[in-house]
Structure formats: C-alpha cells, structure tokens
C-alpha cells in the first residue's frame, strides 16, 4: 500500500526566508507526486505534480520541488516566502491505472507559519 | 469555469438524520473523487467514480454511507443515519482523463450534534 510521511507538523520561518518542507513516500511502482496547500476555509489547490523526465519540478506561486528517488522523497522549496503563503501544505502519492487516475493518498500535512 | 462547487457549505444536523452531500464537477472532467478531512485521520479517499461509475469504494467507513452520480454533473454522498463521529469537513474533487490534476471543491464542514 501507498504512503506519504510529512515529518513537519507545523513549521516557522521569517519573511523573506527560504523554506522547504519535507515529504517521503512509500510506493512499489514509479509514484506520480504532487503538492497542494489549502488555507483556512478553503479547498486544495494544486502547487505543482511530478510523473516523469526532469526531477526538478516547477510550480505556481514561486514553489518547486526535486523528486529522489534513493531518498523516496520529494520536498517541497521556496527561495524566499511572503507571509501569503502561510497555509496547510499537503503532499500525496498516486497510481496511473488503465489511462485514467486512480485515488491519491495524502500525508498528513505541513502547517506553515510565517513571522514578520 | 466556475471550478468544483459543493453545497452545502456548512451542515448542522442531529445524530440520527440523514444528511446528504453535493458536489457539481467541472464540465467534461471524467473522475469524480470524495475525500474526507479530519484532524486525527488527515485526507481519506472515501470513493471515486470513472464516467459516472464507482471504480473504488473502499474507503466509504460503513453502510451508513452512499454514493451516486446519476449523471456527468453530479453527485451525492449520503449519510443515513449520520453520528458525531461523521463530523468531519467532506471534498469533492474533478479530474479530466490523461491529465491527472485534481480540482477540490471549497469543501463542506459537516457537524453532527
């Protein structure tokens, strides 16, 4: 079975500073990642997916994330946060089945604190 | 495109009630997915539908849980009859085929009392 470890529960970082949040996975096959943050209130929204090719993924909002395979991890960094981007950061793993998605698996979350 | 939209937003209802959820995909999207979130057990997949059919729903926790999607743009979850312990905040989610890239809903807070 597939899973995702978000060793974080809250993390805190200053203004302007750079940031990355941990995730590990667990899965048999070639996993297909992704990163989501919600805010309060609000559902998730999609910072950025890695499948396959480069292990250096782009995303919106300044966001990337490197994806090794030796380490099952695939952190999530920003060069430097702007105190918008205090939310709730979500990795998950994922199965391709049949051409078409199959459900994803969430860890448990990464609450970011920005302090002025 | 007005995104996933769920309704209602919020819920309050008694033990024993049955509660019915909503949820509106994006047009031409294939996978319909609920999810629930709570703070002890994060995210769960509860089911997921291909074309309007249940491919997976091993997560649904009970018989106590439904789901139906009768057509291309809609859907229910029904709890019947509902338990404080079904509190929780309930998402759906659309994905088109061959892009893997789910869009939630707002969500919709769900208190049993």
């Known amino acids: 079975a597939q899973s995702v470890t978000q060793p974080d529960i809250h993390i805190t970082v200053s203004e302007g500073a750079s940031l990355e949040l941990r995730c590990n996975y667990s899965?048999?096959?070639?996993?297909?990642l992704f990163w989501y943050v919600q805010s309060p209130g609000q559902g998730l929204q999609l910072l950025l997916k890695?499948?396959?090719?480069?292990?250096l993924v782009q995303g919106i909002k300044g966001f990337e994330a490197e994806f090794k395979r030796s380490q099952s991890s695939f952190n999530l960094r920003k060069p430097s946060v702007h105190w918008s981007d205090a939310a709730e950061y979500f990795c998950?793993?994922?199965?391709?089945?049949?051409?078409?998605?199959?459900?994803?698996?969430f860890g448990k979350g990464t609450h970011l604190i920005i302090q002025p | 495109d007005a995104g996933v939209i769920q309704s209602p937003r919020h819920e309050v209802t008694e033990m024993g009630q049955e509660v019915t959820l909503r949820c509106k995909p994006i047009?031409?999207?294939?996978?319909l997915f609920w999810y629930r979130q709570t703070m002890m057990r994060g995210l769960e997949l509860l089911i997921y539908?291909?074309?309007?059919?249940?491919?997976?729903d091993s997560g649904m926790p009970e018989d106590r849980f439904s789901a139906k999607m009768p057509n291309a743009s809609f859907s229910t979850l029904k709890i019947q009859p509902s338990e404080p312990r079904d509190s929780a905040v309930y998402f759906c989610?659309?994905?088109?085929?061959?892009?893997?890239?789910?869009?939630f809903g707002s969500g919709t807070r769900l208190t049993v009392v």
């Open positions: 989610a659309s994905s088109p085929a061959g892009a893997y890239g789910y869009t």
């Open positions: 539908f291909n074309n309007n059919v249940p491919i997976d």
């Open positions: 899965y048999g096959a070639t996993p297909y």
């Open positions: 998950a793993v994922g199965a391709w089945s049949g051409g078409g998605a199959d459900g994803l698996t």
């Open positions: 890695y499948f396959s090719g480069d292990t």
């Open positions: 047009s031409g999207h294939d996978y």
